[in-house]
Nanobody
Framework: QVQLQESGPDLVKPSQTLSLTCTVS??????????WKWIRQSPGKGLEYVGE???????TYSPSLESRTSVSRDTSKNQFSLQLRSVTPEDTAVYYC??????????WGQGTQVTVFA
C-alpha cells in the first residue's frame, strides 16, 4: 500500500517561497501510470488542484498557479516537492500530496497546514 507524508514549514512570509516535500513509501514514484499530485484546501473553500508530476518526470500545473509553481522530484529519496513562489495570504491552506492511477485517487497524505503570515 502506497503511503504519502507531507513535510515542510507551517509558516511562510508574504512574497517568499512555500516549499513542501512529499515522501512516498510502499511504491516507487517512477512506476508507469502513476501521477503524484499537490492539492490544497483554503479555509471555507473546496479542494484545489495545484500541480503534479508524472512517473516520467513531466510536470503539469493549474493554469491559475502555473506562473508561480514548480513540482519536482528526487527519485533517489522517492520524494516529490512543491515550490510556490511569491505567496500571499490567499495561499494559506492545508496542502495535500496524493497519488492517482487510471484517473482515480489511490492514496493521500494527511495534509499539512501552511499559513502565510507576516
Amino acid at each position: 500500500q502506497v503511503q504519502l507524508q507531507e513535510s515542510g514549514p507551517d509558516l511562510v512570509k508574504p512574497s517568499q517561497t512555500l516549499s513542501l516535500t512529499c515522501t512516498v513509501s510502499g511504491g516507487s514514484i517512477t512506476i508507469s501510470g502513476y501521477y503524484w499530485k499537490w492539492i490544497r484546501q483554503s479555509p471555507g473553500k473546496g479542494l484545489e488542484y495545484v500541480g503534479e508530476i508524472a512517473a516520467d518526470g513531466g510536470a503539469t500545473y493549474s493554469p491559475s498557479l502555473e506562473s508561480r509553481t514548480s513540482v519536482s522530484r528526487d527519485t533517489s529519496k522517492n520524494q516529490f516537492s512543491l515550490q510556490l513562489r511569491s505567496v500571499t495570504p490567499e495561499d494559506t491552506a492545508v496542502y495535500y500530496c496524493a497519488m492517482t492511477q487510471g484517473g482515480a485517487f489511490g492514496s493521500w497524505g494527511q495534509g499539512t497546514q501552511v499559513t502565510v503570515f507576516a
